[in-house]
């Protein structure tokens, strides 16, 4: 069975004035890898991928964390240099589409992009490997302007355990915990999206800012590794955090996850292999990934997964802590997106599926992107703190 898509015509007079007056802030987007692919144009309608500013512009997507992302194998100074050759097509992107864009560090530029009627660009680092286990990156990050770091992506670094590796530090060794600091001092969130349980929780015993999962989905849901447990959702929360939920159909739905580790092995491993496969192409490991799984799904082997399943995990963990500490990582243009969540136009849906389930209009905005402005501003504010001494 197909799932159920509302066309656009569908979202309602209410649903369109509060969710296109709202700041949408999607705090993780691989958008960045398809910079690299020959033909890719930001600035127009792409046939493939999920983000570009015409469908930006459509699904009402006025804020955009740009994920900063290299294979969690690559280490050293050459993992550091690989980031730089990201982050630079980042703001010369920003400065071609400036009509459009506005680069953003603060919760105040993300407020004065939304007043221009611009789109707010962001920069995550995805992985604590890129610092090339040299703190002094994480202040030349800051710097160019990334506001949050992944402490580890899929493979364990020299200083923190990921959530899909076998452990080797028991969390955070203390110079990663000295990286934790450093993060605070430069007013860079901490995310804990793919860390390991005990990393989670050293973290978050450390930090004196509230953390983000910048992309991660409800564990009692869908048990994947790299989801939050209730627990975890609601110890992250209790000092001032936010959970993002991904919409990657093996993260939210678990007879898809099931089957999809049945035939694959798992996303770890499945995409280990492609990117031997690929000799390292990005594009190459994204249409192969992507024609897999749509194979799989029309022979009957991996089953249909609706977006409604991420309502499903905002709502669990609204339920669980409150909408003050819930919002959106989608993780498009580096996942497969369930059915009726085909790109970054389809957002208005999740609002309409919000204010259907009774949530107030405060709420959704919340969701849709305050929570994590909110964040920014209490990591400016530690920053402010710890540089004056405090
Ligand atoms: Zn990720």
């Given at each position: 069975?197909?799932?159920?898509?509302?066309?656009?015509?569908?979202?309602?007079?209410?649903?369109?004035k509060?969710?296109?007056?709202?700041?949408?802030?999607?705090?993780?987007?691989?958008?960045?890898?398809?910079?690299?692919?020959?033909?890719?144009?930001?600035?127009?309608?792409?046939?493939?991928?999920?983000?570009?500013?015409?469908?930006?512009?459509?699904?009402?997507?006025?804020?955009?964390?740009?994920?900063?992302?290299?294979?969690?194998?690559?280490?050293?100074?050459?993992?550091?240099?690989?980031?730089l050759?990201?982050?630079?097509?980042?703001?010369?992107?920003?400065?071609?589409?400036?009509?459009?864009?506005?680069?953003?560090?603060?919760?105040?530029?993300?407020?004065?992009?939304?007043?221009?009627?611009?789109?707010?660009?962001?920069?995550?680092?995805e992985?604590?490997?890129?610092?090339?286990?040299?703190?002094?990156?994480?202040?030349?990050?800051a710097?160019?302007?990334?506001?949050?770091?992944?402490l580890?992506?899929?493979?364990?670094?020299?200083?923190?355990?990921?959530?899909?590796?076998?452990?080797?530090h028991?969390?955070?060794?203390?110079?990663?915990?000295?990286?934790?600091?450093?993060m605070?001092?430069?007013?860079?969130?901490?995310?804990?999206?793919?860390?390991?349980?005990?990393?989670?929780?050293?973290?978050?015993?450390?930090?004196?800012?509230?953390?983000?999962?910048?992309?991660?989905?409800?564990?009692?849901?869908?048990?994947?590794?790299?989801?939050?447990?209730?627990?975890m959702?609601?110890?992250?929360?209790?000092?001032?955090?936010?959970?993002?939920?991904?919409?990657?159909?093996?993260?939210?739905?678990?007879?898809?996850?099931?089957?999809?580790?049945?035939?694959?092995?798992?996303?770890?491993?499945?995409?280990?292999?492609?990117?031997?496969?690929?000799?390292n192409?990005?594009?190459?490991?994204?249409?192969?990934?992507?024609?897999l799984?749509?194979?799989?799904?029309?022979?009957?082997?991996?089953?249909?997964?609706?977006?409604?399943?991420?309502?499903?995990?905002?709502?669990?963990?609204?339920?669980?802590?409150?909408?003050?500490?819930?919002?959106?990582?989608?993780?498009?243009d580096?996942?497969?997106?369930?059915?009726?969540?085909?790109?970054c136009?389809r957002?208005?849906?999740?609002?309409?599926?919000?204010?259907?389930?009774?949530?107030?209009?405060?709420?959704?905005?919340?969701?849709?992107?305050?929570?994590?402005?909110?964040?920014?501003?209490?990591?400016?504010?530690?920053?402010?703190?710890?540089q004056?001494?405090?």
């Amino acid at each position: 069975m197909t799932a159920a898509i509302v066309p656009a015509d569908e979202i309602s007079a209410h649903v369109r004035k509060l969710h296109f007056s709202s700041i949408v802030l999607d705090t993780h987007d691989d958008t960045t890898q398809r910079f690299f692919i020959k033909d890719f144009d930001l600035g127009r309608r792409n046939s493939g991928g999920q983000v570009d500013i015409p469908r930006m512009r459509e699904g009402g997507m006025n804020a955009i964390f740009l994920s900063i992302w290299i294979d969690g194998r690559i280490t050293g100074p050459l993992a550091t240099q690989k980031a730089l050759d990201q982050i630079d097509p980042v703001h010369e992107t920003v400065n071609r589409f400036s009509k459009d864009l506005l680069f953003a560090r603060t919760a105040a530029d993300i407020r004065r992009a939304h007043a221009k009627g611009k789109i707010a660009v962001l920069m995550g680092v995805e992985g604590g490997h890129m610092i090339g286990n040299d703190i002094r990156v994480v202040r030349i990050f800051a710097a160019l302007g990334v506001r949050y770091m992944t402490l580890s992506h899929f493979y364990n670094n020299e200083w923190a355990d990921s959530s899909t590796d076998k452990p080797a530090h028991n969390g955070l060794t203390d110079f990663g915990k000295d990286i934790v600091r450093e993060m605070n001092r430069q007013g860079m969130l901490v995310d804990i999206s793919h860390v390991s349980d005990k990393t989670f929780y050293d973290a978050l015993g450390l930090s004196r800012a509230p953390l983000i999962a910048s992309h991660s989905s409800c564990r009692a849901l869908c048990n994947h590794a790299r989801n939050m447990s209730d627990d975890m959702i609601k110890a992250l929360a209790a000092k001032g955090g936010v959970i993002q939920i991904n919409y990657e159909r093996a993260f939210i739905d678990q007879v898809y996850k099931d089957a999809y580790d049945k035939e694959t092995g798992g996303v770890v491993a499945h995409l280990a292999d492609l990117t031997k496969k690929c000799n390292n192409d990005e594009a190459c490991i994204a249409r192969e990934m992507n024609q897999l799984t749509k194979k799989l799904t029309a022979e009957g082997k991996l089953p249909h997964v609706s977006w409604k399943r991420i309502i499903d995990h905002i709502d669990r963990a609204v339920k669980l802590v409150g909408a003050d500490h819930v919002g959106l990582g989608s993780d498009f243009d580096g996942a497969d997106m369930p059915e009726g969540m085909e790109d970054c136009s389809r957002l208005p849906q999740i609002t309409q599926a919000l204010l259907d389930k009774g949530y107030s209009d405060l709420d959704v905005r919340k969701i849709l992107g305050e929570n994590t402005l909110r964040l920014l501003e209490q990591a400016e504010r530690v920053r402010q703190e710890m540089q004056a001494g405090q």
